[in-house]
């Protein structure tokens, strides 16, 4: 199976349970690496920009207010087919229909409020990481 990247964000209600910790150890029981991260209050643009795809549904005013509203934590996750299983970690968009012990069942409170962003393909996983991260700014493991 291929090695792959994805974006991941812990979104603004995430960071304020203190539960990022809790967050990337799901992603590490897993087995995928934080290669990048970085801590980050988006501006209104920022986050217009990285929900673009977004902008005509009816939520998306919410969703830029939710997204500016705190710090997020942004990390760039690699390992086999790491789109697929970080969307799997993180379960269904509206945590009432999360599976059992995925990020969103446990720490999100709605569909608009719902913990982590995860890229929902590769192709969408590299503008992503792109969005946020210089190339220099991506450290592969040099031990294992
Ligand atoms: P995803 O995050 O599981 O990929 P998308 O459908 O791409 O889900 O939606 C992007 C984000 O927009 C969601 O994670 C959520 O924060 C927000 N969102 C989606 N649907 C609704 C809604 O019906 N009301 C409010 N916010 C929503």
Redesign the pocket.
């Known amino acids: 199976m291929a090695i792959e990247r994805t974006i991941s964000i812990v979104?603004p209600d995430a960071v304020g349970k203190n539960v990022i910790g809790k967050i990337y150890d799901r992603f590490e029981s897993n087995g995928l690496k934080i290669v990048a991260a970085k801590m980050k209050h988006l501006s209104r643009a920022e986050a217009e920009g990285f929900?673009a795809v977004?902008k005509e549904?009816p939520?998306f005013g919410?969703?830029v207010e939710?997204m500016t509203s705190g710090p997020v934590m942004i990390q760039v996750l690699e390992g086999e087919n790491a789109v697929a299983k970080n969307r799997e970690i993180?379960g269904?968009?509206n945590p009432a229909n999360a599976d059992v012990g995925t990020i969103r069942k446990d720490f999100a409170d709605s569909?608009?409020?719902?913990a982590v962003?995860?890229s929902?393909s590769a192709e969408n996983a590299a503008i992503e990481i792109a969005y946020f991260f210089a190339a220099t700014e991506i450290c592969p493991r040099t031990r294992g």
């Open positions: 979104k929900y977004h549904r939520f919410e969703l939710f993180m269904a968009t569909v608009g409020e719902n962003h995860g929902d």
